[in-house]
């Protein structure tokens, strides 16, 4: 069974920066779909960011131009850069990865909180 590890979140205060990683137990690079997904309390889980079909990506229009997701195919690591942080972001952050489109993989979650 495949394993996400996730990492990087923390407390950061309005306008600075963070990076998520996503470590796979497995290779990523024959992977269909990659994401990162975000829950705040009360509310629904909200797509964040995406790679799919290889090389297209899509941002949630809330994120566009600060946020970035990118892969590392040697380290087997999704990342998630996040920059100009503001409060409306915090929430707890998801990693997906599909290998097949019949299975999606989650990571346990890291909290990202952005507070002054």
């Known amino acids: 069974q495949v394993q996400l590890v996730e990492s990087g979140g923390g407390l950061v205060q309005p306008g600075g920066s963070l990076r998520l990683s996503c470590a796979a137990s497995r290779s990523i690079f024959s992977v269909v779909y990659m994401g990162w997904y975000r829950q705040a309390p009360g509310k629904q889980r909200e797509l964040v960011a995406e790679i799919t079909t290889g090389t297209n990506t899509n941002y949630a229009d809330s994120v566009k131009g600060r946020f970035t997701i990118s892969r590392d195919n040697a380290r087997s690591t999704m990342y998630l850069q996040m920059n100009s942080l503001k409060p409306e972001d915090t929430a707890v952050y998801y990693c997906?990865?599909?290998?097949?489109?019949?299975?999606?993989?989650w990571g346990q979650g890291t909290q990202v909180t952005v507070s002054s």
């Open positions: 997906d990865i599909a290998w097949n489109t019949r299975q999606h993989n």
